[in-house]
Nanobody, 125 residues
Framework: QVQLVESGGGLVQAGGSLRLSCAAS????????MGWFRQAPGKEREFVAA????????NYADSVKGRFTISRDNAKNTVHLQMNSLKPEDTAVYYC??????????????????WGQGTQVTVSS
């Protein structure tokens, strides 16, 4: 069992930056692949970024490539999402999730077993 708690969301102007954090508790965090997803009002949850258990493999949605960076610190049981050059269309609730294969290649929400409660990111134009 893994418990995930996101933080770092907020209101930012277009072009600004935010850094989301996800703190994990429970066993064997370092074995899990971690992902970030987001869900805007009236839209389905969508993949944003993923990272393998070691941090050696990362994967990004095309819409965020070059602007967002996912990273993890297994010693601190945390995963981060650095978001730069934010756009109004990045506005959503952002969720942290864990998947048991650890590969960092999973992009479908159904591949993830554990989820956080989400943190709101609002980008004003």
């Amino acid at each position: 069992q893994v418990q995930l708690v996101e933080s770092g969301g907020g209101l930012v102007q277009a072009g600004g930056s935010l850094r989301l954090s996800c703190a994990a508790s429970g066993r064997a965090f370092s074995r899990y692949g971690m992902g970030w997803f987001r869900q805007a009002p009236g839209k389905e949850r969508e993949f944003v970024a993923a990272i393998s258990w070691s941090g050696g493999t990362t994967n990004y949605a095309d819409s965020v490539k070059g602007r967002f960076t996912i990273s993890r610190d297994n010693a601190k049981n945390t995963v981060h999402l650095q978001m730069n050059s934010l756009k109004p269309e990045d506005t959503a609730v952002y969720y942290c999730a864990a998947e048991i294969t650890g590969r960092g290649t999973k992009v479908a929400a159904y591949d993830y077993t554990y989820w956080g409660q989400g943190t709101q990111v609002t980008v004003s134009s």
